[in-house]
Each structure stands twice: as C-alpha cells, then as structure tokens.
C-alpha cells in the first residue's frame, strides 16, 4: 500500500481538498479503479489517497462507501468545510473540542491537550459511569471539555455552524424484518462474509509496516479461514 508514499495529509490533483486517516480502508483498490475510470489521477497507492478524490464524487456520502477501520478527517478549502468520520464500529477512536476561537481533533486526547488550549478538567459524572459501568458512552468522555465521536459518527464544521449525524447505527438494522433463510442458506452466507473478511485481513498482513497514524496489526487471517474451511 506504498507505505514510503503515504505521508499524510493527501490531497486531490488541485490541493484543495485534504484528507488525514488514521486506519485502514480495505476496498480502496475497487474504489481506486473506480475513480480512476472517472479521470481522477493519483500519485501514490496509499489507500488513504482515495478519500480527498472519492469526497469530490460523493461529498458527505463518502462514508457509505468505505469499508474499513478508520477515523478520518477532511478539509475542504473550496467551502471552508471541515469533515470527521468515525467507523461503523468504532475501531479507531476520534476526539474532538471546541473551545474560544479554534476547533481541534485528535486520535488521543493526549494530542489535544499538547496545543495547549484544551483543558483537562474532569468529567466526574463520566468518570462516575466508568467505575459503575466499566464504559464512558460516545459523545462523553471522562474530560469537561473533549468530546468522543460514536461509532458511525460524522462531524461537519462549516463556518460557525458545527453539525453531528450518525451515518450508520446497528440499531437501523435491528429494526428492519428479520430474514427468513434456512440453515443451509445462512450458512452459505456467513461462510461467504467470513471469506471475505480473512481475505482482507491477509491483504494487509501482506502490506507490512505502518504509517505515522497506524499501529494496529492484522495477523488472525489465517486463523480465519482455517475456521472457516472447518
């Protein structure tokens, strides 16, 4: 995933629209060959490198293309927009503050209070779930003034107008009529979605190595399809 080439921000061919991720997007190469069909151009083959172009296409509705493990961040300088997105299951976290004259986003909130105009006043009646509960729920944190975006989130800061949306819950799936599939049928379709997955999964083992923003490992592929094939 030309790990050299992957320095981030990555921007589209005119530089004007930013992107910064923090994961892993595993359908960026069906995505890629998607743009480039459009007359996108790309320098390098990080797959962060779609999101800036794939944003120009989509807009807003990036999102719903992704596939993948992320919190990203995009700027857009034609309409001073500023963009954050969390994953549909919130494996890569995202905090962000607003305070007089600025608003800041990290991975950590470590990284916010390093500008030094984030305070680290406590949320005691976060910190108070904590220890009843062992969890701090998205959008509270256990700091005053820092706030965690949920899984499938997304953050618009547009002007002075701050804007948050959930672009996917599990709780929309629930909802909707159970499907009515027999055992083999099921099966068939787990074992289909399963394969999948181990194929991704030793896609970025192969990869090797991280960028600034990326430490997590991808080392269970093979123990994944040796389940499945069971």
Request: charged residues 30%; contains cysteine; proline residues 5%.
């Amino acid at each position: 995933m030309d790990l050299e080439g992957g320095a981030q921000p990555l921007s589209n061919e005119t530089d004007d629209i930013l992107a910064v991720c923090n994961g892993e997007i595993y359908n960026h190469e069906e995505i890629r060959r998607a743009l480039a069909a459009r007359g996108h151009a790309f320098r390098t083959r990080t797959d962060a490198e779609v999101l800036p172009h794939l944003y120009e296409e989509r807009g807003l509705d990036l999102v719903d293309d992704l596939v993948g493990m992320f919190g990203l961040a995009i700027w857009d300088a034609r309409r001073s927009r500023l963009v954050l997105a969390r994953d549909r299951m919130g494996e890569k976290p995202l905090y962000y503050a607003t305070v007089p004259g600025a608003f800041v986003f990290a991975s950590e909130p470590k990284a916010l209070f390093a500008t030094g105009i984030v305070s680290a006043e406590p949320n005691w009646e976060a910190l108070a779930a904590y220890v009843s509960g062992g969890y701090v729920p998205a959008p509270t944190t256990a700091f005053q003034r820092i706030a965690k975006l949920p899984p499938g989130g997304r953050v618009v800061l547009e002007g002075e107008t701050l804007r948050t949306d959930r672009y996917w819950s599990v709780l929309d799936h629930l909802r909707q009529p159970p499907l009515t599939l027999d055992l083999d049928t099921a099966a068939r379709r787990v074992r289909g979605l399963l394969e999948k997955c181990s194929r991704r999964d030793a896609h970025g083992r192969r990869a090797g190595g991280s960028l600034s923003l990326r430490w997590h490992r991808l080392d269970r592929g093979r123990q994944h399809r040796q389940q499945v094939r069971r």
